[in-house]
């Protein structure tokens, strides 16, 4: 089965927790194919775990989640072919250089021997890191080792590149060479799905969902998002606040207060 092209990732009334918290809750969302779509929004929403259960690393509590018609669930083999995902730690070994790396995971997805020097020069030219294909991995800046992540994620050429906050803490340079890469990517019809603190890089992206306290609360483009606002930021903020009044009001009707007792009853537990 293939999806249908305008959704690529499709993510149906999604939820999932750990214990007692809800980490996402009812998430329904769909991204194009061939777009890079942006995940944003406060601290603790929950991004990342949509993020881990769209790349197979955790399997839905409820809701369906599949990439180009497969179900990350009952097809999680066939999914793993076709993403690339780095989460914000990702697990270079510093004492091997850059090249070796490289070679590592290449070995790990199996890349066949007359692809690997077109594949190496690729995504180690796209990242500038060529000169520094003999220097350990640990010596690198930290845009450098991000860069030479990426191309390890790269390397066996995913359709759907699956990104979490690749980007924090990065210097401003790394980080715009780094959107470099991810545009050409686009260009060559990959599917982007990238979360981020940094509200420069979503105005890149076609699309963004907004994300709070476990909820999708908005999806638009970051034009639609910013109409009359000044800024993406100031937008957000607004956005917020109304989503944690709204939330709010939700919880409340959810569970309203009893009535108090009448004069002179027993009381209950109400505390007038």
């Not at 995940?39 to 989640?65: E, F, H, Q």
């Not at 924090?168 to 990959?190: A, T, Y």
């Not at 989503?243 to 569970?255: L, N, S, T, Y």
Request: glycine content about 10%.
């Amino acid at each position: 089965m293939t999806a249908h092209p305008d959704s690529f990732v499709s993510i149906e009334h999604v939820s999932m927790h750990f214990g007692a918290v809800e980490a996402v809750h009812d998430v329904t969302l769909k991204v194009t194919a061939g777009t890079i779509f942006g995940l944003v929004g406060s601290d603790g929403a929950g991004k990342s775990t949509l993020l881990r259960m769209i790349a197979t690393m955790i399997k839905p509590a409820a809701g369906r989640i599949t990439v180009d018609g497969h179900d990350v669930a009952a097809e999680k083999n066939r999914v793993k072919d076709l993403i690339g995902y780095m989460p914000q730690r990702f697990g270079l070994y510093a004492d091997l250089t850059v090249d070796e790396n490289l070679r590592f995971f290449m070995d790990i997805f199996g890349i066949p021997r007359p692809e690997r020097k077109r594949r190496r020069e690729k995504y180690l030219g796209f990242s500038n890191l060529l000169p520094f294909a003999d220097r350990p991995a640990g010596a690198l800046s930290g845009g450098m080792k991000q860069k030479l992540g990426l191309a390890c994620v790269l390397i066996h050429e995913p359709r759907l590149l699956i990104l979490d906050e690749p980007t924090n803490g990065v210097d401003p340079v790394s980080r715009q060479e780094f959107w470099e890469i991810l545009g050409e990517m686009r260009r060559e019809g990959m599917t982007i799905l990238v979360s981020t603190a940094y509200l420069d890089e979503g105005e890149k992206c076609g699309g963004l969902a907004l994300m709070h306290k476990a909820r999708i609360i908005d999806v638009a483009t970051p034009a639609a998002i910013r109409t009359a606002f000044p800024s993406l930021e100031a937008a957000m903020i607004s956005r917020l606040q109304e989503a944690d009044a709204e939330i709010g009001k939700d919880a409340f009707f959810a569970h309203p207060h009893p009535e108090p007792p009448a004069e002179g009853g027993e009381s209950d537990g109400y505390p007038f």
